[in-house]
Structures are given as structure tokens and as C-alpha cells.
């Protein structure tokens, strides 16, 4: 007699599979007593081929090439939806756009993912984790959907596009009515970013994310990392400014490397 296999059911076996095989990995080095910890980096608009191994690009990018050789790489890799909020929202909730309602790339204001919806880190922080955000938000700019709100212990970044400001290309007049601020731990530090500020926003999310580690590298966290950039306006820190030889791009991915 054939089995018939639901949806479900194969979701179900995939992810005890790549728990069986993952889990290894991940703990390794790890006291088996403590639970494993985890960092997500998501790029904004970044091209599966900018980074080596995945392409060939005519720069270097060692670090993620690094992480590939010492972790598992995955050749096929899939959004719910190719747009800011709507992927985000669908990343820390597990639950399609559909359900949720989080289409597109929500504005100033918006009230972004609903509460209902659990993030990853409210489902960790009462599992004894300690949670972390740098980088670009996007899926909530009210009070009750921003980070410190949603799980998160520690937060500092954008709560939308770097792009949604008054050099917007499509409609400045309109974005020029709302200031880009720069948030951390829920209070904005940075009334209106400016193209003085924009360069720094990689090495401060990163530098952010690097003092984190090094704090609670001895109790279980989580790290979620979302850059700005590549997102345009594309701006790259004068460290980097011309290392790649291949453009402000290749610069910018440098960078994030």
C-alpha cells in the first residue's frame, strides 16, 4: 500500500532531519548543558553570487568564505516575499506574509507586525535567552512593535530603509516630512541621519553585535543582525572606501564581509 505524505508531514521530518544533523555542528565547543546560541545576519538586497564561495566576485570576501568551509552551506535559498518588511516579518515569525498581513515595505509609523505573532526572540527570552538587535528593523514603528517591545534586551538601528528619508529619489518631498532617526535601546540618539551618518551604519551595527558576543559568549543568546546596506543609498566607511577595486558596491560588501 503507498503512503501518501501530507505538507505537513515532510515539513515536519525535514526539520527533524536538519535538527539531527545540525545540532552537532552548532554546539560544538559548547558545554552540552547549555543551550546553543544564535546569530542571523540578514542582508538587504544583497545578490546570492556577491559573496565567495557562492559567486565569483573580483573581491575578496573571507569571512563568509569561512563560515561556509567550518558550517553547512545551502545553495537554494527562498523569502516568503523579496521585500523588506514582508521577509523580516516572515523571518522572525515563521508565518507567511499571508497570515500575517505584512506585505511590501512598510513606511514611517506603520504599525508593522502584529504582537500576536510571536517573534523568535520572545520565544527565546522565555526559554532563558538573552536577545539582541542591530541593524534595520522594519517591521514595526510604534511603540508596542519596535524591538524592546518585541523581545529583544538590546537594540540600536534604523526602524525603516535608510532610503525612506529626504534624499529619496522618488518623492523627497514626501519622506522629507519624516526624519530617519537612529534608535538604540528604544531611545533615538540620532535626531535626523544625515550622509555624514549613513557611512557608519555597518560598523555600528557591527560594532554593536561584537561587544554583545564577547558579553554574554558564556550564557545563551541570540543575535539578529539585519544591515542596512546593500540597500541603496549605498555608503561604505572611509576604511573600506575603495578596497574592493570593483566599485561602491564591492566596497559595501567588503565592508559587510
Known sequence: MKTVQTRRDFLKNAALSAAAMGL????????????????IIFLDD???????????????????????????????????QAVCS????ALLSGCYPGRTKVFGAHGPNARGLDPKYATTAEVLKKRGY???????WHI??????????RGFDESCGLMYSNDMWEFHPGNPEHWGKFPLQFYENGKVTIERVTKEHQPMLTTWYTEHAVD???RCKDKPFFLYVPHSMPHVPLF??????????????????????
Open 24 to 39: 552537532p555542528a552548532i554546539c560544538r565547543g559548547q558545554s552540552s548543558k547549555q543551550p546553543p546560541n544564535f546569530v
Open 46 to 80: 544583497s545578490g546570492w553570487a556577491d559573496f565567495v564561495p557562492f559567486g565569483n566576485p573580483p573581491y575578496s570576501t573571507p569571512n563568509v568564505e569561512q563560515l561556509a568551509k567550518d558550517g553547512c552551506r545551502f545553495d537554494n535559498f527562498y523569502v516568503p
Open 86 to 89: 514582508a521577509s523580516r516579518s
Open 130 to 136: 538573552t536577545t539582541a538587535v542591530f541593524g534595520k
Open 140 to 149: 514595526g514603528d510604534q511603540p508596542d512593535t519596535r524591538p524592546l517591545a
Open 212 to 214: 554583545f558576543i564577547n
Open 236 to 257: 561604505v566607511s572611509e576604511k573600506f572606501k575603495g578596497k574592493s577595486g570593483a566599485g561602491l558596491y564591492g566596497d559595501v560588501i567588503m565592508e559587510i564581509d
